[in-house]
Structure formats: structure tokens, C-alpha cells
């Protein structure tokens, strides 16, 4: 199943990936597949639906739960029915692809999709009018982003010769050619049938062929349905290119996704990640994703499988990708670099000096997921969910920033600083219900390092660690007995906190603490956790 960059690296790195279902862990692929040819009012087109029904059946035979929708369709009428139906299939976390083939047209920067009964030409007086009647492609992105999809991936073969640009006795409506570099939210990739200001060539005329453009995406899906999305784009371009000559027309496409995306499912690749906090660089290299994540994580320290861990209780968001670097020249709002070029540069040197733990703001809203990402055990990587939006101009601070090498790109995530939701808008971890973390501890010093276990802030929750560490070294047997009284009814974040600072302390433990541990041992599921665990079983 296709999958996309997203979810929390670090949970599958200490093998938390292992304990979700295939259907839980992967997002369900839907498409909605439109084409408009016999149009009422205004230039007919002869081939749009034959190649959306090409389109929708290639989709299906890769596993897309599809919707087609032709001429009578996409009328003013039917149309808003049959989108609200299809939108009600959505979940949040799925993967949505749109093609559309017909008319389409650019109206002030934003493109439009043209319904199949239209008004005629001359019955607009203006742009604003004609926009009205037109369904805005942004608005259809924008219902998605509210379902949460994960990804969003347009197909647009519809830069054909704007059908209103001869509009009788008023001036021509919306650009003579092509459709417009319009900005699309995080989270969304967009195949162009033409450049910006070009036009597609439509069908030839022949029966049962498509449109250059369609038959050229096609074949590159069919061969190439486990490559990056991208990948797909560069080849078709190539090819369209050179068989439209004379004609000018290049395909373009916008990259707005943070991740990895294909058709089919992602090859097996290796994956390298580090994780670079305020103190120290944490590396998970040569990571051969079709090989146990477990064991691969198991051989780290615990403090260092601890400080991974944070990560999976931090919200995230995306900061950039390395190829995009030559092509970010300014600050201006790209939601590709959504904290600026230069914080992405510097990023990418590895010159973190004045990011980690510095208050830095984003020049274009972006998307706050529930956590980095996570790659699945094909060496695909999937979107967490949203849980808010990052306004442009807002202040905020990262706790750390994560490296993800795939594809043979890298790709930069920084975990916020705050204080974190799940998926439905509750604390990120909370510990509502367990026994209070300082029940049963009355030395001072203590009852305070413990309380900091649980704190919202990442550097503080890896600071209490090392200092309960140092106390543990330093005092007796009763110390640890303590701590693992009643462990087992106490936060997560109480638990993994004391299981590390015991296991760096190589502290002798008594038999009641091991046995307490053991408990503890046998009732979690949580493989970061057991992993610290293990060795202290054997003391």
C-alpha cells in the first residue's frame, strides 16, 4: 500500500511498529477520477472521459478504492453531490489521488475545474462571475485538508485553450493559456499536463487513444508504480516533452509533500536517521528497513533510546527537504520551506547553533503532526495526523530536529517544544488516572527530580533522567525500592524515566525492586520501554 513520510520515526525505532496491525498502521488509498468532454455551452472535447476511465481502471488495479465520475456528473447540479458523497469516504489519514481531464481554467492565480454545463461565454460580465460558476480546485484541497487526509495528489490534464477567452462583446475571462502556479497546503503533490502559460495537447482524434499527456502517465504508472511520486513527474515531463515537439508542452508539478509517496508500495529502501537535540546527535545508520528495527535500536544505551522516545510524545512539524535547497533563493512564504530558506540551509549544513531550544518563526503556516516520521518496515514513511496549524509570524521553539535520508533525499523535522495533542486534540501522553508519580518517596530531592519526569519539555524530562541517575548512584538499595513501588500503576513517562536512570547507574537492585520491575516487564507492550527494561531482568 502506497505510504508517505509522517508518522513518528522514533516509535518505530524502538519497534512500537511491530505491535500495529497492517490496517492500522497503513493509510487506505482513495481516488476520485473526473472527466468532462461533451460540454453544452461551451468547446467540446473528444477524449477526457475515455481517458478517465483509463485513469480509474489502472487506479483500481493498483488497490484504490475509486470513484469515476464523467460528463453528466460534473454538472452544476450533480457535481456537489457527487463530491460530498465521495468526501464522506475520506478518513482521517488516507491517501487521496484526484485526476481530472476536461477544461480548466486560471482566474487571478487560483485554477478552476469547468462543469460540464457551464453558462455560455457571453452570459459572464466579468471574472468574478465566471469564477462563481467554476469549481475551484483549492476549495476541493481544502475539503481534504479538513478530513485530514495524509496525502493529497492532483492529476491535472486540463491545459487545454481557455474556453472563455473569446467572450463575444466582453473581454476575454480568466488567461488565454494554461493554468497558474498556484500554492497547494504541506501534504500535496500536483502532476500538470503542461508548464505554466502552456497548453496540453488534447486527443488526436484517433479512437480508444489518450491524450498525450494521460498515455504518457500511464505507462510511467504502470512501470514505475513503486518509485517516489516524483520520479513519475521527471519521467513524464521527458516524455511528453519530446513527443509534443513542435508544440511546446513540458508538464510541471508542485512538491509540497514532506515524505515519500508512490502508487503502489514504496521499494525497500535503506533509511538513515539521526535525531540532534540541544547535547548530543543520536545516528541510526544504514538502517535496512526490511531487516528487525527492534534489534537495531536494542544495542543503544538507554538514555539514548529514552531520548528517542521523547520524540514519539512531541508534536512536529516539517521544516524542508535538501533537494529543494537550490531552488529556495528567498524568505518569502513557500510552505515547501516553511520556516524560511535560510533556517533550512543551516539546517541542512548541520548548523544548528541558535535553532535547537532558540525561539525561531515560520513565514508560512504549516502543518503541526503529532510527531516526526515514522518509516514502516518496507522503508516506506507515513503522515501522522494533524493537530493543528502553525500560523505564519507565531513564534515557537524546537526540542529537537530530526534527519531522515531516503530516496537519496534528506528530509528535516523539528519537534516543538510545548506541550503535545494526540490525534483528538487530548494531551499527548497524559497521565490523567495513574497513581501520582511521588506517591511512596520522601526524600525532598528526590520527590522533585521526579516530578520533572513528567514534564511537558523534552530537555527537562532528559535532564531529570541524568540527575535521578546520579542520585541513584550515590544512595542505597532502599532508594530504588522506592521508585519501583507501585511502578507499574504510575505515567509512562514516570516508568521509562526510572527504568533508564536505573539501568545507567548500574545500581545493585534488590529483590522486591526486581521483582516490581518484572511486573512492570511482563504488563507493558511498549517496546522502548521493555527494551530499557531487559538487561535489569538479569541483575
Not at 417 to 440: E, F, H, I, R, V
Amino acid at each position: 500500500m502506497s505510504r508517505l513520510i509522517g508518522l513518528l520515526v522514533f516509535m518505530a525505532l524502538s519497534g512500537v511498529i511491530f505491535g500495529i496491525s497492517s490496517s492500522d498502521a497503513f493509510a487506505n488509498k482513495k481516488a476520485v477520477v473526473m472527466g468532462v468532454g461533451k460540454y453544452i455551452n461551451v468547446t467540446p472535447l473528444n477524449g477526457p472521459v475515455f481517458d478517465a476511465k483509463s485513469i480509474y481502471d489502472e487506479f483500481v488495479s493498483l488497490g484504490f478504492n475509486s470513484t469515476l465520475l464523467d460528463d453528466d456528473d460534473m454538472s452544476t447540479q450533480k457535481y456537489p453531490l457527487k463530491w460530498g458523497e465521495f468526501l464522506d469516504t475520506v478518513q482521517a489519514g488516507d491517501d487521496v489521488v484526484i485526476y481530472y481531464s476536461g477544461h480548466g481554467v486560471e482566474i487571478g492565480g487560483a485554477n478552476y475545474i469547468v462543469p460540464q454545463d457551464v453558462l455560455p461565454p457571453d452570459d459572464f460580465p466579468n471574472e468574478v462571475a465566471l469564477a462563481r460558476s467554476l469549481i475551484s480546485i483549492r476549495s476541493m484541497t481544502d475539503d481534504l485538508v479538513a478530513k485530514q487526509a495524509r496525502a493529497i495528489v492532483w492529476i491535472i490534464d486540463a491545459c487545454r485553450d481557455n474556453p472563455f477567452a473569446q467572450a463575444g462583446t466582453v473581454k476575454a475571462l480568466g488567461q488565454v493559456k494554461g493554468l497558474a502556479a498556484e500554492s497547494s497546503p504541506v501534504g500535496t503533490f500536483i502532476f500538470y499536463a503542461a508548464g505554466f502559460g502552456e497548453t496540453a495537447l488534447a486527443k488526436t482524434g484517433v479512437s480508444g487513444e489518450n491524450s498525450l499527456y494521460t498515455g504518457e502517465l500511464l505507462t510511467a504508472i504502470k512501470s514505475m508504480a513503486t518509485k517516489p511520486v516524483y520520479q513519475i513527474a521527471v519521467a513524464v515531463r521527458t516524455s511528453v516533452r519530446d513527443k509534443a515537439r513542435p508544440h511546446q508542452q513540458r508538464p510541471a508539478y508542485y512538491d509540497g509533500l514532506d515524505g515519500t509517496w508512490c502508487f503502489a508500495d514504496c521499494e525497500r529502501q535503506e533509511v538513515q536517521i539521526s535525531l540532534n537535540t540541544v547535547s548530543e546527535v543520536i545516528a541510526v545508520k544504514s538502517l535496512n528497513t526490511s531487516n528487525d528495527i527492534e534489534k537495531s535500536t536494542s544495542a543503544l544505551p538507554p538514555e539514548k533510546q529514552a531520548s528517542l522516545e521523547d520524540e514519539r510524545t512531541g508534536n512536529a512539524v516539517f521544516i524542508g527537504r535538501a533537494s529543494f535547497i537550490q531552488s529556495c533563493t528567498s524568505n518569502s512564504p513557500d510552505d515547501r520551506a516553511p520556516f524560511g530558506c535560510d533556517l533550512l540551509k543551516k539546517v541542512e549544513a548541520g548548523d544548528l547553533k541558535g535553532i535547537i531550544g532558540s525561539t525561531i518563526t515560520p513565514v508560512t503556516e504549516v502543518n503541526i503532526r503529532r510527531g516526526p516520521p515514522l518509516p514502516n518496515v518496507d522503508g516506506s514513511f507515513a503522515y501522522q495526523c494533524s493537530v493543528g496549524v502553525l500560523s505564519r509570524k507565531v513564534p515557537t521553539s524546537f526540542s529537537s530536529v530530526t534527519t531522515e535520508e531516503q530516496g537519496g533525499d534528506r528530509f528535516f523535522w523539528g519537534t516543538l517544544q510545548s506541550q503535545a495533542l494526540d490525534c483528538d486534540g487530548s494531551p499527548l501522553n497524559a497521565s490523567s488516572g495513574a497513581t501520582p508519580m511521588a506517591s511512596g518517596v520522601a526524600d525532598p530531592k528526590l520527590k522533585a527530580l521526579v516530578d520533572q519526569l513528567n514534564d511537558e519539555v523534552t530537555t527537562a524530562r532528559r535532564g531529570a533522567r541524568t540527575q535521578l541517575t546520579k542520585f541513584i548512584a550515590t544512595t542505597d538499595e532502599g532508594t530504588i525500592e522506592q521508585l519501583t513501588d507501585g511502578i507499574e500503576k504510575k505515567s509512562y513517562r514516570y516508568q521509562l524515566g526510572v527504568a533508564v536512570a536505573i539501568a545507567e547507574s548500574k545500581a545493585k537492585i534488590s529483590a522486591d525492586a526486581a521483582d516490581a520491575l518484572q511486573k512492570l516487564f511482563d504488563q507493558t507492550k511498549d517496546s522502548t520501554l521493555r527494551n530499557v527494561l531487559k538487561p535489569l531482568m538479569h541483575k
